[in-house]
């Protein structure tokens, strides 16, 4: 037992809790004693601390850190066995791994429980909401369900589910054996359910959960109840994970691509998880700032957001909403780069205008960066900053249009292959483009005035990230199921979950739009009569909505334990990642690969992405003697085109 204590692992883990709880309540004493501060031990002061030092206690126990702290004192460094790499056992997930695979998994599996958990209150709201008056809960707890609703499903599942499957696919994609950093990897992931918790937990704070809504404006989250800093907190543990994770990927991306991998020879998942990553890195230090700004508000009497004292409201929307509109292209851009890979393989062809398609990425990034305000066309701001975002705002539609266009020129005339992850693919086509639409509408000055902190918005978010993000996941864990598990998932399973999706989605989120322009407030927990018979049709639908997520679940589950052997490349894709076996091996290549040609050439008789040492190199009809002589390989994958 007392090795299990001095050893890394959860019975440390959870030493390093407790211990970070008293050493928060020893430098609380210490302080307010120096001070002569009565009484000695302030309860909201230890409980504060105590959210920022336990979970660091919970990492040090866990062996997150074990190796750089014996690099930084001085010791010798052990030597690295391997011993944490790879899973061999169930029990392999709840430890530090750094193999990129497993912790893509830990990503992947932890998002998903978030996101039932989130789905969960959301069938408490609408529950609420399916007549008016009182039925469940009351005001104040219907708040905190919807603000604890949207910060899991933001933080907890849609950025992680994308760091998790890029932590998996892209370095097979690029021919790495590994992240750059699979220490910092292994960190990343483990302080993002720490993050989740916290904000699960906040429901058993004094007053309830956070009530302010993802947004925590100021001053409401300064001066509502203890709750607020879980999530004040939370956030910081999440937006640490994101950088750490975008840092890996981009020195990945561009230290360790295979040889003759040039930028240009990268699938677009790889460009997209690249232009993400320089989104990561620049926009989340600002939600970081917003959050550190209210916590010393409320704990440490600062007044950034006190307007008697000087403070300053409409700062802290600019601040956040300079992060959380690039957080929307952060929750967007993976998801394009997982449409671009299946809709070239589903379809049997090269993607309409790739290089567009990558230049468009990074004109996303710098145009996200300049229509944060738009956010704020009711807030009260200058009335001169409304008509340039405006401007930007309609401008950044265009590079989302290009891939639009592109998908669609890929997709015609292809040999189409409706499986689960191409109906996922073209039910987020529609889907997306819906929401674009509305997205444009509200880039409108007069409209967005009707239609703010109506349901309107509401069912343009939903349409942005349910049907675009939500159908995006669903695509890429279908897709890439069968590499990750090495088994094969239950077709009819997914098509059904796929329809049952598509349908309850648009039955239970159109209708908002009506709604909203006839002015049904958002963010309340009872509503006018006359709107009592669409909020019971929504309610209705969305119970079926969420009993599709379940059949999701069933499948994964059913098909992870006993599903069908799947072949090294079930899809005959062409990079990089099918040419191993299914799940890769451990350190993903016995030999490094090298890239010979594009990643979508499909329909060229013999092209070939990537080949193994050792082997000759097919060539592809047309090609020179000199141009197919430029790579050799033991293992290839042909296109018949077909």
């Known amino acids: ?223 509502a109840p203890e709750g607020q800093v879980f999530f004040t907190i939370g956030v910081q543990f999440a937006g640490a994970s994101s950088i750490a994770t975008a840092l890996n990927f981009l020195v990945t991306i561009i230290t360790m691509r295979a040889p003759g991998m040039s930028f240009f020879r990268m699938p677009l998942l790889v460009w997209a998880n690249f232009s993400t990553s320089l989104l990561v890195v620049i926009a989340t230090p600002f939600i970081a700032v917003s959050q550190f700004m209210v916590f010393f508000d409320r704990s440490l009497g600062f007044n950034f957001f006190e307007p008697t004292r000087g403070g300053d409201v409409l700062m802290y929307q600019h601040i956040f909403w300079f992060y959380s509109h690039p957080a929307v292209y952060i929750m967007m851009l993976p998801g394009f780069g997982i449409i671009s890979e299946i809709l070239a393989v589903k379809s049997r062809k090269p993607i309409f205008g790739y290089r567009m398609m990558a230049f468009s990425l990074l004109a996303i990034v710098v145009l996200g960066f300049t229509v944060w305000a738009h956010h704020m066309f009711v807030s009260g701001m200058q009335d001169w900053i409304r008509v340039p975002m405006m401007v930007t705002t309609a401008i950044i539609a265009v590079p989302t249009g290009i891939k639009i266009f592109s998908w669609l020129a890929t997709l015609w005339r292809g040999v189409l292959h409706l499986d689960t992850p191409m109906l996922f693919a073209l039910g987020f086509l529609t889907m997306f483009t819906l929401g674009g639409i509305s997205g444009v509408l509200l880039a409108i000055i007069p409209v967005t005035i009707h239609v703010s902190d109506t349901y309107f918005i509401v069912a343009h978010i939903h349409y942005v990230l349910f049907g675009g993000s939500l159908f995006t996941i669903f695509a890429g864990v279908y897709y890439w199921f069968p590499k990750m598990t090495g088994r094969m998932y239950d077709e009819r399973l997914g098509k059904l979950h796929f329809w049952t999706t598509f349908i309850f989605f648009n039955a239970t989120f159109a209708p908002m739009h ?128 077909g």
């Not at 409980?47 to 979970?55: G, T, V």
């Open 514 to 641: 009506l709604i909203g322009i006839q002015g049904m407030p958002r963010r309340v927990a009872d509503y006018a009569e006359q709107w009592a018979g669409w909020n019971l049709a929504i309610s209705i639908v969305s119970f079926f909505l969420g009993l599709s997520a379940l059949l999701f679940a069933y499948n994964m589950i059913a098909s992870w334990r006993g599903g069908p052997r799947a072949e090294s490349n079930p899809w005959r894709a062409m990079t990089l990642e099918w040419l191993v076996s299914s799940p890769p091996p451990i350190f993903n290549f016995d030999a490094i690969p090298t890239v010979v040609g594009g990643p979508y050439e499909y329909g060229v008789p013999g092209a070939v992405h990537g080949v193994l040492k050792g082997a000759e190199v097919p060539q592809p009809a047309g090609a020179t003697a000199s141009g197919a002589s430029r790579g050799s390989s033991s293992s290839s994958h042909k296109d018949e085109g």
């Open 1 to 223: 037992m007392v090795a299990k204590f001095r050893g890394p692992g959860m019975y440390r883990a959870a030493w390093g809790t407790v211990l970070g709880i008293v050493v928060s309540y020893a430098i609380i004493a210490i302080f307010r004693i120096w001070y002569s501060l009565d009484p000695v031990i302030d309860a909201y002061a230890v409980l504060e601390l105590s959210l920022f030092l336990s979970p660091i206690g919970f990492l040090v126990g866990l062996g997150a850190f074990d190796y750089w702290f014996r690099w930084a004192s001085g010791r010798p460094t052990v030597p690295d066995d391997h011993s944490g790499h790879g899973a061999h056992s169930w029990r392999d997930y709840f430890k530090v791994n750094t193999d990129h695979k497993v912790i893509g998994i830990q990503y992947v599996v932890t998002s998903f429980f978030f996101f039932f958990v989130g789905g969960l209150f959301a069938m408490l709201m609408r529950a609420e909401l399916a007549q008016p008056g009182r039925q469940f809960v009351d005001a104040n707890t219907f708040n905190g369900l919807f603000s604890v609703h949207a910060s899991l499903l933001i933080f907890l599942f849609i950025i992680p589910v994308f760091a998790g499957l890029a932590n998996f696919v892209l370095p097979l994609m690029i021919g790495a054996p590994d992240m750059a950093f699979p220490r910092l990897n292994a960190l990343s992931f483990w302080m993002l359910p720490l993050a989740g918790i916290m904000m699960l937990m906040s429901f058993l704070a004094p007053g309830g959960s956070f009530a302010s809504g993802w947004t925590a404006y100021a001053p409401l989250a300064v001066t």
